[in-house]
């Protein structure tokens, strides 16, 4: 688990830059933690490239321990568009297309805004999924955990 430090100029200065790349760099799983959460309660959040996604069943997984909803964002590139699933406890989706038109960078772009109007308690993302920046600015932006889950082989990724 690493804790960001608050300061942006600490964030990018040594040893945090070099810890956060030795981090995201290991097979091992990472839990950024922002110093102070927002929330004790909310949705169980699994950013992810594929149905099979590692962080998808580890969303659920979580989700359904902690009596959450499960929203599943689909960064992948859906006619023009990506798409977030929510799962609510009771059963049923909800399925809103979170960017309508143009050309987007998915890695770095669809993933927080797919996040805009969710009170989440976690986000999961499998490694190389969205990028390490990404991953850090919304732990930070959000006062959400994001855990990180370890790179798999030949995983396909964006």
């Given at each position: 688990?690493i804790?960001?430090?608050?300061?942006a100029?600490d964030?990018a200065?040594?040893?945090?830059a070099?810890?956060?790349?030795?981090?995201f760099?290991?097979?091992?799983?990472?839990m950024l933690?922002?110093?102070?959460?927002?929330r004790d309660?909310?949705s169980?959040v699994?950013?992810?490239t594929s149905?099979?996604?590692p962080?998808?069943?580890?969303a659920?997984?979580?989700?359904?321990?902690?009596?959450?909803?499960?929203?599943?964002?689909?960064?992948r590139?859906?006619?023009?568009?990506?798409?977030?699933?929510?799962?609510?406890?009771?059963?049923?989706?909800?399925?809103?297309?979170?960017i309508?038109e143009?050309?987007?960078?998915?890695a770095?772009e669809?993933?927080p805004l797919?996040?805009r109007?969710l009170?989440e308690?976690?986000?999961?993302v499998?490694?190389g999924?969205?990028?390490?920046?990404?991953a850090?600015a919304?732990?930070?932006?959000?006062?959400?955990?994001v855990?990180s889950l370890?790179?798999?082989?030949?995983?396909s990724?964006i």
């Amino acid at each position: 688990m690493i804790v960001p430090p608050a300061a942006a100029a600490d964030r990018a200065a040594e040893p945090f830059a070099s810890l956060i790349a030795a981090a995201f760099g290991s097979k091992a799983g990472v839990m950024l933690a922002p110093g102070r959460a927002a929330r004790d309660s909310g949705s169980i959040v699994a950013i992810a490239t594929s149905p099979d996604d590692p962080s998808v069943e580890a969303a659920s997984l979580i989700a359904a321990a902690a009596g959450e909803r499960l929203v599943v964002v689909d960064v992948r590139a859906i006619a023009g568009g990506a798409l977030r699933f929510e799962r609510k406890r009771e059963g049923g989706e909800r399925i809103a297309r979170i960017i309508d038109e143009g050309a987007v960078d998915y890695a770095a772009e669809a993933a927080p805004l797919a996040l805009r109007g969710l009170t989440e308690r976690l986000t999961v993302v499998s490694r190389g999924t969205i990028r390490n920046e990404t991953a850090l600015a919304i732990a930070l932006a959000r006062a959400t955990p994001v855990l990180s889950l370890g790179a798999r082989e030949g995983a396909s990724r964006i």
